[in-house]
């Protein structure tokens, strides 16, 4: 074998490793790996658990958790803190040391958070902040036919994948008012539609959460089977297109208490709500996370 061939065939090899690192930094730096996942919490099994205790959870009024598209941010809403507004906090993580560091976002508070599944977009109701590089943006207002007014408003609205928006239309004095959607069409959101009675039915219907693939729809609602309080339920969409009747999530993740706002985190693996575990008063309500497996063990049950 010549000197010329073995100092090609080294080359070779070097060139080779030289790409196959270059193929690993891309691919570690297009998913970068959170050394500390939510929050650095230990992760709940099928019984559900307050998120984050002290941090999140305490004994006064948390509510609305919400991770961001990369799982590297949480938004939720602090109620009855001494000489303080409700207010809007963000824990933001820092890849440097893998801790995370809690800031006011807004005070008072401006909505109840639900982030798009590309994550460029922060839904507070009829209202919503743009993802900048700078950070968010000032919040701004929904331009799609719907009132919104004193006597009716939205208080929570989520995203599909295809941009059709799922919301509740809540309403002064009325206890029926339905869950609606509306579609993404040639760039504009059509005229919104009331969901079927198998969603619909009941009152207080609210707080709707759809899975990206409009798979599924999650909401609370007080139902005549329930547990005695809202209830969180589920409806899963058919290959037709039809929805299922709604499905009480059962007696680990409601009770005679008040359970609401229930959303699926981006990766998927957990499922979040609100419970109030106080007195009638709600002065003391938590942020609670079980696994998601519960869904896909619902969607078995069919």
């Given at each position: 074998?010549?000197?010329?061939?073995?100092?090609?065939?080294?080359?070779?090899?070097?060139?080779?490793?030289?790409?196959?690192?270059?193929?690993?930094?891309?691919?570690?730096?297009?998913?970068?790996?959170?050394?500390?996942?939510?929050?650095?919490?230990?992760?709940?099994?099928?019984?559900?658990?307050?998120?984050?205790?002290?941090?999140?959870?305490?004994?006064?009024?948390?509510?609305?958790?919400?991770?961001?598209?990369?799982?590297?941010?949480?938004?939720?809403?602090?109620?009855?803190?001494?000489?303080?507004?409700?207010?809007?906090?963000?824990?933001?993580?820092?890849?440097?040391?893998?801790?995370?560091?809690?800031?006011?976002?807004?005070?008072?508070?401006?909505?109840?958070?639900?982030?798009?599944?590309?994550?460029?977009?922060?839904?507070?109701?009829?209202?919503?902040?743009?993802?900048?590089?700078?950070?968010?943006?000032?919040?701004?207002?929904?331009?799609f036919p719907i009132v919104s007014n004193d006597s009716m408003y939205?208080?929570?609205?989520?995203?599909?994948?295809?941009?059709?928006?799922?919301?509740?239309?809540?309403?002064?004095?009325?206890?029926?008012?339905?869950?609606?959607?509306?579609?993404?069409?040639?760039?504009?959101?059509?005229?919104?539609?009331?969901?079927?009675?198998?969603?619909?039915?009941?009152?207080?219907?609210?707080?709707?959460?759809?899975?990206?693939?409009?798979?599924?729809?999650?909401?609370?609602?007080?139902?005549?089977?329930?547990?005695?309080?809202?209830?969180?339920?589920?409806?899963?969409?058919q290959k037709d297109g039809m929805w299922d009747n709604g499905i009480?999530?059962?007696?680990?993740?409601?009770?005679?208490?008040?359970?609401?706002?229930?959303?699926?985190?981006?990766?998927?693996?957990?499922?979040f709500f609100s419970r109030n575990v106080g007195s009638d008063k709600?002065?003391?309500?938590?942020?609670?996370?079980?696994?998601?497996?519960?869904?896909?063990?619902?969607?078995?049950?069919?």
């Amino acid at each position: 074998m010549n000197k010329t061939y073995i100092t090609i065939l080294i080359a070779g090899i070097f060139s080779l490793q030289s790409c196959d690192t270059k193929k690993k930094q891309t691919k570690s730096n297009a998913v970068p790996v959170i050394k500390t996942p939510y929050l650095g919490q230990k992760a709940p099994g099928l019984t559900p658990i307050p998120f984050a205790p002290g941090l999140v959870s305490t004994d006064i009024y948390e509510y609305d958790g919400a991770f961001a598209s990369n799982m590297k941010a949480f938004y939720f809403i602090r109620r009855g803190e001494e000489n303080v507004k409700s207010t809007f906090y963000e824990y933001k993580y820092n890849e440097a040391n893998g801790t995370w560091k809690k800031s006011v976002l807004a005070s008072p508070w401006i909505g109840r958070p639900v982030i798009s599944p590309d994550g460029t977009t922060m839904h507070l109701g009829d209202g919503y902040l743009k993802k900048t590089n700078a950070g968010w943006s000032e919040i701004q207002k929904k331009e799609f036919p719907i009132v919104s007014n004193d006597s009716m408003y939205i208080m929570r609205l989520s995203e599909a994948a295809n941009g059709t928006y799922y919301f509740d239309t809540y309403k002064k004095g009325d206890l029926t008012y339905p869950i609606r959607y509306s579609r993404l069409i040639n760039g504009k959101h059509e005229e919104p539609k009331a969901l079927p009675k198998s969603i619909n039915t009941g009152t207080y219907l609210s707080h709707p959460f759809i899975a990206p693939d409009e798979s599924y729809l999650l909401w609370d609602a007080k139902k005549e089977n329930g547990y005695g309080d809202s209830d969180i339920y589920i409806s899963f969409k058919q290959k037709d297109g039809m929805w299922d009747n709604g499905i009480n999530l059962g007696d680990k993740i409601n009770t005679d208490a008040w359970e609401a706002s229930p959303s699926i985190t981006p990766d998927g693996k957990y499922l979040f709500f609100s419970r109030n575990v106080g007195s009638d008063k709600y002065e003391n309500v938590d942020i609670f996370w079980v696994d998601a497996k519960i869904i896909k063990n619902l969607k078995l049950k069919q």
